[in-house]
């Protein structure tokens, strides 16, 4: 027993926001239900072929790193709860768009727009986090924050794969709606913090 107790130990204490971002991140990766998909929408729903699909992924990917960038200079100009709202919230709204179209090339272009919003936000997260803690609790919270993430991911992809064939809007909508759920936690109850 004292064995689980101490597995718990690194948690104790933080600064109550980081509880906050800890339950965003829970509900935020439980709604992630359009990246484990992505390339099934892409080759299946769109008609992309897997060596077109395949560029897509690595095209998203590679245009997010100067979009992270730009987000970690936003973040330290303008404030890490401001880029975090604003791009993932963004985000979120793209993402609800995506599921009220046909499957179509719009919607690839789409996907590609929100990918950039989600990426712009990421530093402010690790920024954040930086601001919220010492150099004493900053592992643990890192380390909660990181779980959340991974609580949400277990779960979304399983329900993402249930609504896949005949549900494809409500993969969308519903990850999007997630998105902007956990956006208003932090809108809420996370206060501004600047470099």
């Not at 509880?19 to 929408?41: D, E, K, T």
């Amino acid at each position: 027993m004292q064995s689980f107790k101490n597995l718990f130990s690194p948690y104790r204490g933080l600064p109550k926001e980081i509880y906050i971002i800890f339950f965003a991140r829970i509900i935020n990766s439980l709604g992630g239900f359009v990246h484990p998909l992505l390339v099934l929408i892409l080759t299946q729903k769109i008609g992309m072929d897997s060596a077109q699909a395949g560029l897509y992924v690595t095209l998203v990917s590679v245009i997010s790193a100067p979009s992270m960038i730009l987000g970690g200079k936003l973040a330290d100009t303008l404030g890490r709860k401001f880029i975090i709202v604003v791009s993932q919230g963004l985000g979120g709204i793209t993402v609800i768009s995506i599921g009220l179209i046909e499957p179509s090339m719009t919607m690839a272009y789409l996907l590609m727009l929100s990918s950039l919003f989600f990426a712009l936000c990421s530093p402010a997260y690790d920024a954040l986090l930086a601001d919220l803690t010492t150099p004493e609790n900053r592992k643990g919270a890192y380390s909660l924050t990181y779980m959340g993430f991974n609580l949400g991911f277990a779960v979304g992809p399983i329900m993402a794969g249930l609504l896949y064939k005949n549900h494809l809007d409500l993969v969308f909508i519903i990850d999007g709606i997630a998105t902007l759920l956990a956006t208003t936690l932090i809108f809420i109850f996370i206060k501004e913090r600047k470099e």
